[in-house]
């Protein structure tokens, strides 16, 4: 992430959530008053698209979701998700 720095990311899953905002407060990636480690996965996503900005003065967004496999076969049921992430490479 820090060589490449990506514009958006998307986590999925609490375990994966919890894991990669413990990196990015450490690396300082992440706002300190972003992280907290008692979140549930739930108030990680109703943060929205969480801020991050790289050391190289790069600016990212981070998209917390429940696993993926939850959002049905034809993933209908992520739509608000995909227009969420399309929009912000419309942005950047």
């Known amino acids: 992430m820090l060589e490449h720095a990506p514009?958006?990311?998307?986590?999925?899953?609490?375990?994966?959530?919890r894991d990669l905002m413990k990196w990015l407060d450490s690396e300082e990636i992440l706002s300190p008053l972003?992280?907290?480690r008692s979140y549930r996965l739930k108030d990680w996503m109703d943060l929205g698209p969480i801020p991050i900005n790289y050391p190289?003065?790069?600016?990212?967004?981070v998209f917390c979701t429940k696993h993926?496999?939850?959002y049905g076969r034809k993933g209908n049921a992520f739509q608000q998700l995909r227009d969420d992430v399309l929009n912000?490479?419309?942005?950047?």
């Open 34 to 36: 972003v992280y907290n």
């Open 7 to 17: 514009p958006v990311v998307i986590v999925h899953s609490l375990d994966a959530t």
């Open 68 to 70: 993926l496999k939850y």
């Open 88 to 92: 912000q490479f419309k942005e950047h």
């Open 56 to 61: 190289c003065g790069a600016r990212g967004v």
